[in-house]
């Protein structure tokens, strides 16, 4: 059984680019959560896409926004970038109803100069 | 999701008992206390999580008040491998699944 994979683990942008992470989730999960993880701080919750729709959302704008495949994969997307953020994105995956456990990946490393 | 209260920072000796707590004085009666652990430079890990009786697994125990307003998670004898940040976080069931709210956890240090 594959765990949680995401790519790229290290990117380097400038302000007003635009960045596309992907995550592939555990073999069998339908249920995938993007979280963003600033130095120092816990991860927040960013938004949640079950069965390819967004399911839930945290306190992000607009310019995050993100994808779910038929296959359970995703993507998150940021539009113009700013200096903040920079942080490490974690994508977890879950399957199944009820307050089950969460599945992260490694994450992926974003600096925005 | 009600609030949870830890440590900042905590310290243990390798192989002695670490007994983690956490605060959650405003705790509804259907959430459920979990507990995920962070090792540097990786994703946050499940421990364990809990309702109203004390739960044991391989990892580590978890110990819940009679009154649910505080818990303690154990980790039996630590190791080096145990360093990390350790965070209570409360769940109610259904809804959005993925939603964890993260504090800023206790960072766990074990000296050899």
């Known amino acids: 059984e594959t765990g949680v994979t995401q790519s790229p683990t290290h990117l380097i942008k400038t302000r007003g680019q635009q960045v596309t992470l992907r995550c592939s989730s555990q073999s069998g999960h339908n249920t995938v959560s993007w979280y963003q993880q600033a130095l120092g701080q816990g991860p927040q919750f960013i938004f949640q896409?079950?069965?390819?729709?967004?399911?839930g959302r945290g306190n992000f704008p607009p310019r995050f926004s993100g994808l779910q495949f038929p296959n359970y994969s995703s993507e998150l997307n940021v539009n113009a970038l700013e200096l903040d953020d920079s942080a490490l994105y974690l994508c977890?995956?879950?399957?199944?109803?009820?307050?089950?456990?969460?599945?992260f990946g490694e994450g992926s490393r974003l600096t925005v100069l | 999701d009600a609030k949870t209260t830890q440590p900042n920072s905590m310290e243990s000796n390798e192989e002695e008992p670490v007994h983690l707590p956490c605060n959650h004085s405003?705790?509804?009666?259907?959430?459920?206390i979990h507990w995920y652990r962070q090792l540097p430079s990786q994703g946050p890990e499940y421990v364990i999580h809990g309702l109203t009786s004390n739960v044991n697994n391989r990892m580590a125990s978890l110990a819940i008040a009679e009154d649910r307003k505080s818990s303690t998670l154990i980790l039996h004898r630590a190791t080096l491998r145990d360093a990390a940040v350790y965070y209570c976080i409360l769940r109610a069931p259904g809804g959005s699944q993925g939603n964890l709210i993260f504090g800023k956890g206790t960072k766990l240090s074990v000296k050899p």
């Open positions: 977890a995956s879950s399957g199944g109803v009820g307050a089950g456990e969460l599945f």
């Open positions: 896409y079950y069965r390819e729709e967004e399911n």
């Open positions: 405003t705790i509804s009666g259907t959430d459920y």
